[in-house]
């Protein structure tokens, strides 16, 4: 019997090695993944000589309020404003093709809607006022909804139920098919009561998901279990160890990333610094950073949303107006917002 219980402890002993050994090397594997990079240790090439903008001016009326966030099914764009109005917008021409306005307690009808994703079928878009996930058409009917048990910011459909973002506890969360919480990733410990309303989730052309929060400089990439870091942006700060708001790195002149949004040619980045804002392109083949300045067709939108790799939604007011197009044109004097589509 003493035989047989050293055989059992030196196999579970095995066990344990085999096991230790597997977990160091996944730790060491994704770890090899992670790319570390300097922001304020650039050259001055102009990366974005070759580049091109076109600009996509919203026509029509009704008008669209402060933009919230935005959905996109093949040639149109879905934008959920701050009256919680959902304009179907055409990306060719900037037309307003219909227009959801349902407010209510009744079946299909929404009190507050938060934020919105879309498939390439159908629009889910998270109604605060009774923590649901509604579902729409493309034609904006109604088809179902889905409770849930947390207050997302920001959600994103993905092929097994959402990720959904909670901006008051930094918080990531995977919620299955049936709404219930499947996995959290919290990704800082700071409570906070301003937000500069980054879009906390990118869908880049590899179809990956990248997440970074809006007071984290880390990036992390979902690998459809759990979230991994991908970039971490390293400033070099004094005071590491002293948790700061956006608000205090704002007045202390700390750098800090604003957003970010990746392309073929890597990572580009915009940080803030001295209340500047600048840009950095990340190559990842030769692991160096390139300063930003600006080329022939203008500045990057202080507010840029990268979805499937190739479509920039700029928020613009009459400022960035002066900045990106020719005011002298009529056209420009009339519309809202612009639809800005880069090629890199």
């Given at each position: 019997?003493?035989?047989?219980?050293?055989?059992?402890?030196?196999?579970?002993?095995?066990?344990?090695?085999?096991?230790?050994?597997?977990?160091?090397?996944?730790?060491?594997?994704?770890?090899?993944?992670?790319?570390?990079?300097?922001?304020?240790?650039?050259?001055?090439?102009?990366?974005?000589?070759?580049?091109?903008?076109?600009?996509?001016?919203?026509?029509?009326?009704?008008?669209?309020?402060?933009?919230?966030?935005?959905?996109?099914?093949?040639?149109?764009?879905?934008?959920?404003?701050?009256?919680?109005?959902?304009?179907?917008?055409?990306?060719?021409?900037?037309?307003?093709?219909?227009?959801?306005?349902?407010?209510?307690?009744?079946?299909?009808?929404?009190?507050?809607?938060?934020?919105?994703?879309?498939?390439?079928?159908?629009?889910?878009?998270?109604?605060?006022?009774?923590?649901?996930?509604?579902?729409?058409?493309?034609?904006?009917?109604?088809?179902?909804?889905?409770k849930i048990s947390i207050d997302p910011s920001s959600i994103i459909k993905i092929d097994d139920g959402f990720l959904c973002y909670d901006r008051i506890t930094s918080t990531v969360y995977h919620l299955n098919k049936m709404g219930e919480v499947a996995h959290s990733h919290v990704?800082?410990?700071?409570?906070?009561?301003?937000?500069?309303?980054?879009?906390?989730?990118?869908?880049?052309?590899?179809?990956?998901?990248?997440?970074?929060?809006?007071?984290?400089?880390?990036?992390?990439?979902?690998?459809?279990?759990?979230?991994?870091?991908?970039?971490?942006?390293n400033y070099n700060k004094s005071n590491t160890e002293k948790a700061q708001s956006v608000v205090e790195m704002w007045k202390e002149g700390t750098a800090f990333t604003y957003n970010y949004f990746l392309t073929e040619r890597g990572l580009i980045s915009a940080y803030m610094k001295?209340?500047?804002?600048?840009?950095?392109?990340?190559?990842?083949?030769?692991?160096?950073?390139?300063?930003?300045?600006?080329?022939?067709?203008?500045?990057?939108?202080?507010?840029?949303?990268?979805?499937?790799?190739?479509?920039?939604?700029?928020?613009?007011?009459?400022?960035?107006?002066?900045?990106?197009?020719?005011?002298?044109?009529?056209?420009?004097?009339?519309?809202?917002?612009?639809?800005?589509?880069?090629?890199?």
């Amino acid at each position: 019997m003493s035989r047989f219980l050293k055989k059992i402890r030196f196999l579970a002993f095995l066990l344990l090695v085999f096991y230790s050994c597997t977990e160091n090397n996944t730790i060491k594997n994704n770890l090899q993944n992670v790319h570390v990079i300097h922001p304020l240790k650039t050259n001055g090439s102009l990366f974005f000589e070759d580049s091109t903008i076109n600009y996509v001016r919203i026509q029509g009326s009704p008008s669209i309020s402060e933009i919230l966030d935005v959905g996109i099914i093949d040639s149109i764009c879905y934008i959920l404003d701050a009256n919680g109005t959902i304009s179907a917008v055409d990306i060719s021409d900037g037309t307003i093709i219909k227009q959801l306005n349902r407010k209510g307690h009744a079946v299909g009808e929404m009190i507050n809607p938060k934020c919105i994703t879309t498939d390439s079928n159908l629009i889910f878009i998270f109604d605060g006022g009774k923590n649901e996930i509604m579902l729409y058409n493309k034609d904006f009917q109604y088809i179902d909804r889905l409770k849930i048990s947390i207050d997302p910011s920001s959600i994103i459909k993905i092929d097994d139920g959402f990720l959904c973002y909670d901006r008051i506890t930094s918080t990531v969360y995977h919620l299955n098919k049936m709404g219930e919480v499947a996995h959290s990733h919290v990704i800082s410990d700071k409570e906070v009561n301003i937000t500069t309303r980054q879009q906390v989730f990118k869908v880049c052309s590899d179809s990956e998901i990248y997440v970074r929060t809006e007071y984290s400089d880390t990036i992390f990439v979902w690998n459809n279990k759990k979230m991994l870091p991908k970039f971490i942006l390293n400033y070099n700060k004094s005071n590491t160890e002293k948790a700061q708001s956006v608000v205090e790195m704002w007045k202390e002149g700390t750098a800090f990333t604003y957003n970010y949004f990746l392309t073929e040619r890597g990572l580009i980045s915009a940080y803030m610094k001295d209340k500047m804002l600048n840009y950095i392109l990340y190559d990842m083949e030769k692991e160096q950073c390139f300063a930003y300045k600006s080329s022939k067709t203008g500045k990057l939108p202080l507010i840029p949303k990268w979805q499937f790799g190739s479509l920039i939604i700029g928020i613009v007011d009459q400022e960035v107006f002066q900045t990106f197009l020719d005011m002298d044109e009529e056209i420009n004097k009339t519309c809202q917002w612009v639809i800005l589509k880069y090629s890199l």
